[in-house]
Nanobody, 115 residues
Framework: QVQLVESGGGLVQPGGSLKLSCVASGVLGPFYTMAWFRQSPGKQRDLVASITIGGRTVYTDSVKGRFTISRTDAENAVYLQMNSLKPEDTAVYYC?????????WGRGTQVTVSS
């Protein structure tokens, strides 16, 4: 059974940094695409960043230049380095993985940006 487990969330002041990690277990090989989504209360879950097995990345406009997504296929892991955090980045961040069938989701990790 495939499981995605996120870690690295927490409380940080505006301008600070956090690094999220997501490790997949129960898989036979690397996922074609791994991604991070986020969801704030009362809002839909939106894509933050994605990365393909070939290293192609996509970022939502609001995080370009501040966030960096990376992956380690040997460990079936994806990371999100978040710098210059803003209060509007506050959300639950979800790991997502797609390998050709139904996508897999983690349970999420809370990121709160507040002074």
């Amino acid at each position: 059974q495939v499981q995605l487990v996120e870690s690295g969330g927490g409380l940080v002041q505006p301008g600070g940094s956090l690094k999220l990690s997501c490790v997949a277990s129960g898989v036979l090989g690397p996922f074609y695409t791994m991604a991070w989504f986020r969801q704030s209360p009362g809002k839909q879950r939106d894509l933050v960043a994605s990365i393909t097995i070939g290293g192609r990345t996509v970022y939502t406009d609001s995080v370009k230049g501040r966030f960096t997504i990376s992956r380690t296929d040997a460990e079936n892991a994806v990371y999100l380095q978040m710098n210059s955090l803003k209060p509007e980045d506050t959300a639950v961040y979800y790991c997502n993985a797609f390998g050709g069938g139904s996508p897999y989701w983690g349970r999420g990790t809370q990121v709160t940006v507040s002074s």
